[in-house]
C-alpha cells in the first residue's frame, strides 16, 4: 500500500536558518503530493502541494518539488523564524482512493 | 469563513456515556473523514465519506458509529465512550483527488 516516511524530530533550528525536512513516499501510479502545517491547539492547514512529476509547490516562503525519480518531496525554508514553529505533515492521495495518506509528523522547534 | 466547523471543541465524559461529534462544512466538498490523534500515533483515520450517502471504514473504527447526514454534515458517534478513547478528533474535507483537505479546529475529548 501507499506509504509516507519523514524524518523523526524535533528539528530545533536558530531563527534565520536553512530548514530541511525530509519527506519520502511509495505509491501506485502518480499521486498528488502536500505539506499540512499543524500549529499548537489548532487543526492541520495545507502549506503547499505538488500535483505532478517536476511540481514545485511554494507558500509563505516555503517550498518543495516533487521528485518522482526519487520518490520525494522534501519542504524547505531558507530563512525559518520563531513563528514557524509547529509541527509539518507529508502527505499523498490519488491512484483512485478516496484515502489520503499522512506521514508521521515533524516537530519543528525555532529559537530566538 | 468558509470552513470545517466542529461542534463541541472540548467535552468530558464519563466511561460509558456517549455523545455524537458534529462536523459541518460549507465549501460543497464531496468527501468528508473523521481522524484521531494521539501523541506518538499520529493521524488516524476512523471512518470517511466519498459522497453524500455512502461510508467506510477507516483503520480504527472499532467503538466509533458515522453518519453522512446531507453533503455538508458528517457526524461521529461515540456510543459507549471508553479511556482509550481519549483523544483530539480532526474532521476534514477535500472536494476533488488532487485537492488538499480543510480540516476543522478539533474536538478534545477526555473519557474518564
Not at chain 2, 458528517?74 to 476534514?92: D, G, I, K, W
Amino acid at each position: 500500500g501507499d506509504s509516507v516516511t519523514q524524518m523523526e524530530g524535533p528539528v530545533t533550528l536558530s531563527e534565520e536558518a536553512f530548514l530541511t525536512i525530509n519527506c519520502t513516499y511509495t505509491a501506485t501510479g502518480y499521486p498528488s503530493l502536500f505539506w499540512y502545517v499543524q500549529y499548537p491547539g489548532e487543526g492541520l492547514q495545507l502549506l503547499l502541494k505538488a500535483t505532478k512529476a517536476d511540481d514545485k509547490g511554494s507558500n509563505k516562503g516555503f517550498e518543495a518539488t516533487y521528485r518522482k525519480e526519487t520518490t520525494s518531496f522534501h519542504l524547505e525554508k531558507g530563512s525559518v523564524q520563531v513563528s514557524d514553529s509547529a509541527v509539518y505533515f507529508c502527505a499523498l492521495s490519488g491512484g483512485g482512493s478516496y484515502i489520503p495518506t499522512f506521514g508521521r509528523g515533524t516537530s519543528l522547534i525555532v529559537h530566538p | 469563513n468558509a470552513g470545517v466547523t466542529q461542534t463541541p471543541k472540548f467535552q468530558v465524559l464519563k466511561t460509558g456515556q456517549s455523545m455524537t461529534l458534529q462536523c459541518a462544512q460549507d465549501m460543497n466538498h464531496n468527501s468528508m473523514y473523521w481522524y484521531r490523534q494521539d501523541p506518538g500515533m499520529g493521524l488516524r483515520l476512523i471512518y470517511y465519506s466519498a459522497s453524500e450517502g455512502t461510508t467506510d471504514k477507516g483503520e480504527v473504527p472499532n467503538g466509533y458509529n458515522v453518519s453522512r447526514l446531507n453533503k455538508r454534515e458528517f457526524s461521529l458517534r461515540l456510543e459507549s465512550a471508553a479511556p482509550s478513547q481519549t483523544s483530539v478528533y480532526f474532521c476534514a474535507s477535500r472536494g476533488g483527488q488532487g485537492e488538499g483537505y480543510t480540516f476543522g479546529s478539533g474536538t478534545r475529548l477526555t473519557v474518564v
